[in-house]
């Protein structure tokens, strides 16, 4: 019995040789071995004790939003975890939401607009956990501003432990967090601090900064900001400055709207945009003396 057999007896769903450009914003990658779908957490314990078992490299992702996949392509199983309604979500007194991490952002957003404190993420894509793993943030607010505590499942010694992370366990920082680099950390679900609010004044913030986004963000195939801002430097600024807006390798090309952003033009590839991301360290380096580093997570 093959490989692909075995899986298909307990995960009839699975796929093999399945092009990930459909499963990053980014629309770059070459092929996974295997493919899984999955919205149910018990699902996702199953695949991943079954993975291990048979020593098959596995990454669980959520949206693809904010990942490079190499174009060489992925030699182990992919695990989409990612559900399109709000299903299991508790709202307390205090309003504190317990809910599933595998629904997208704008889900979130659109299931809680009675509730202030997401205003700052509409028009970013991704899941929930996508947002925990990188501590999304905009216009000054982050997602760590609202987590109290964190489940995960975390891969040990070959063996699965649900956890629970409270906020200061999470070691959040600029666009970072204790799972940022670490795939044996799985978010399942967060608890959320939201605050009650005026519904008006909600959408009208919501519809405000969805504006700002689509005024200053570039149109096209992209992964958002490619590196982190310094305390005191904007990335994209320095880029600019150090004359690299509108530079193309291949067709991966530094946007002219915003030099933090690279933009595939249609069939870029992995090494395209390594090759781009490699010479803006570069000469931002040389220029300024500032070590840029990537705000993405690479797979290559």
């Known amino acids: 019995m093959t490989i692909i057999e075995g899986l298909k007896n307990e995960f009839p769903l699975i796929k093999a040789d399945v092009s990930l450009r459909e499963y990053s914003t980014f629309r770059i990658g070459g092929n996974a071995k295997f493919l899984l779908k999955v ?76 509730l202030s404190g997401l205003e700052w993420a509409v028009g970013i894509p991704g899941t929930l956990a996508g947002a925990i793993n990188g501590n999304a943030g905009a216009f000054g607010e982050s997602i760590s501003d609202i987590i109290k505590s964190v489940n995960v499942l975390e891969l040990k010694k070959g063996k699965l432990i649900e956890k629970k992370y ?18 044996n950390l799985i978010i399942l679900s967060a608890e959320i601090q939201m605050n009650s609010g005026n519904k008006e004044e909600i959408e009208k913030r ?34 600019e400055k150090a004359g690299l807006k509108g530079m193309k390798i291949g067709d991966a090309k530094i946007s002219e709207e915003h030099a933090n952003f690279i933009i595939n033009l249609g069939n870029a590839s992995s090494d395209d945009v390594l090759n781009l991301i490699k010479i803006i360290k570069k000469e931002v380096k040389e220029k300024f003396s500032i070590d840029l580093e990537e705000e993405i997570k690479i797979f290559n």
């Open 39 to 114: 919205s149910d957490k018990k699902e996702l314990k199953r695949i991943i004790e079954k993975a291990n078992n048979i020593n098959l490299p596995f990454l669980v992702i959520g949206g693809g939003s904010n990942i490079l996949f190499s174009s060489k392509g992925y030699d182990g199983i992919i695990i989409v975890y990612k559900q399109d309604k709000l299903i299991n979500s508790i709202v307390n007194k205090n309003n504190i939401i317990n809910v599933d991490a595998n629904i997208p952002l704008s889900v979130l957003i659109s299931e809680t607009k009675l």
């Open 166 to 183: 409270n906020k200061d366990d999470c070691h959040f920082s600029y666009r970072n967090s204790v799972f940022k680099n670490n795939n």
């Open 206 to 239: 919501i519809r405000g900064n969805l504006n700002k986004r689509s005024l200053k963000q570039p149109k096209g195939f992209s992964v958002g900001s490619i590196f982190k801002n310094g305390n005191d430097f904007s990335a994209g600024l320095l880029i």
